[in-house]
């Protein structure tokens, strides 16, 4: 074999050996190592028929627990149904729609739940979209479906949450709330985060729900102070989902080589949510965020008490609930 050849072959079995001392140490990140049983708990776990959701969704089912899929498209929801059964070996497995970008089906899916099912555990606010548009009620679609919706479902669901105490509410959030704000003035006239489609505004205004999330999370949490329920917000990771579906072709194929390599698959995706619904001893973080299943500091425009509380305020307005 000649020199050069030689030279060749060290290098590219030197960055493949790196990579894969990355990929294991880096991207795959902390696992949640609760061995919680969840024998005679019900779950919910908003868009659990494909991503995090799902994964989320076995791994409970797995455990036991009366899991509660639910999902915007019946269709989606009914094969997930059936994969969530069949790798949980599990037939305490539910269906029910919801989609959270109309605030009539929330409060359906609210009714029927609290009709048919006899407790509530755990609230999983996972469903998260990454699209500009309207809700059937006028919101903007980011601030309705990823703010608007879960604010209400689990105003809805609280007094359950309540009863079946000691209860968790987990809302997956992400790290890209540190680039958002929340423009109270646009929320008013606008009734969305804010106005522009370009793909950098389509960004801010995810990030400015997904801020939305943990200044959700910080006001639930002083408003829940002397009961037995407790809620946490979080960032999944980077993960290889179906979050960028709706983003253009030419980005799907730039992304899908990084996304391949530097993020995590799914499964690891649901490891910080799994680690906040089931892990012993955080009580007393009731409010905080949680990444790679480590409680972190939030910067505050995060934890701001005026502004949650405007926020909540305004969240009751926009969904109906004053
Ligand atoms: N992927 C990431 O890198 C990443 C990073 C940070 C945070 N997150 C957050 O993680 C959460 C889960 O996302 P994912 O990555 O698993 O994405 P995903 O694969 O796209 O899953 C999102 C889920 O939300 C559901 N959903 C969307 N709009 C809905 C609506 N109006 N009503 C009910 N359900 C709705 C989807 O249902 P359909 O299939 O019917 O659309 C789907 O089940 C989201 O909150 C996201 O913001 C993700």
């Known amino acids: ?14 960055v493949i050996g790196i990579g894969y001392i990355f990929h294991n140490l880096v ?8 061995t ?19 994964k989320t969704a076995i791994n409970l089912a797995t455990r036991g627990a009366r899991v509660i899929l639910a999902c915007r498209s019946q269709q989606r929801g009914e094969i997930a149904l059936a994969e969530v059964m069949e790798e949980s070996r599990s037939k305490e497995v539910v269906f029910m729609q919801l989609d959270l970008g ?14 048919t099912e006899d407790r509530l555990d755990l609230l999983i606010n996972n469903a998260g979209i990454l699209l500009q548009g309207k809700t059937e009620d006028g919101l903007g679609m980011m601030f309705g479906v990823n703010h608007i919706g ?11 949450l309540k009863t079946c105490g000691p209860s968790r509410v987990v809302t997956v959030s992400s790290v890209g709330h540190n680039f958002g704000k929340i423009d109270f003035k646009c929320l008013n006239t606008h009734k969305a985060l804010g106005t522009g489609t370009s793909f950098w505004q389509t960004m801010q205004i995810y990030s400015d729900s997904k801020l939305c999330n943990v200044l959700f999370t910080h006001e639930l949490a002083k408003r829940l102070q002397g009961t037995k329920v407790t809620c946490y917000s979080l960032h999944p990771g980077a993960i290889n989902s ?7 072709n030419v980005l799907k194929a730039l992304l899908k080589p990084i996304t391949a390599f530097f993020f995590k698959n799914t499964e690891q995706g649901a490891q910080t949510t799994l680690h906040c619904a089931l892990q012993d001893g955080i009580e007393g973080l009731s409010g905080r ?34």
């Not at 074999?1 to 030197?14: A, T």
């Not at 708990?41 to 659990?48: D, L, N, P, R, W």
């Open 242 to 248: 179906e979050l960028s579906r709706n983003s253009s």
């Open 1 to 14: 074999m000649s020199d050069m050849m030689s030279y060749f072959l060290l290098i590219v079995g030197c």
């Open 150 to 160: 879960h604010f209400l479902l689990t105003n809805l669901l609280l007094e359950r």
């Open 102 to 115: 109309s605030l009539k089906s929330v409060r359906t899916f609210a009714e029927n739940f609290l009709k």
């Open 289 to 322: 965020y949680f990444s790679n299943c480590t409680v972190r500091d939030l910067y505050p425009k995060a934890k701001d008490d005026v502004a949650a509380k405007k926020l909540w305020e305004l969240s009751e307005r926009h969904s109906g609930l004053v």
């Open 27 to 34: 991207v795959k990140g902390n696992r949640c190592t609760s």
């Open 36 to 54: 919680a049983k969840l024998h005679g708990k019900t779950v919910i776990v908003t868009g659990s028929n494909t991503g995090i959701g799902k």
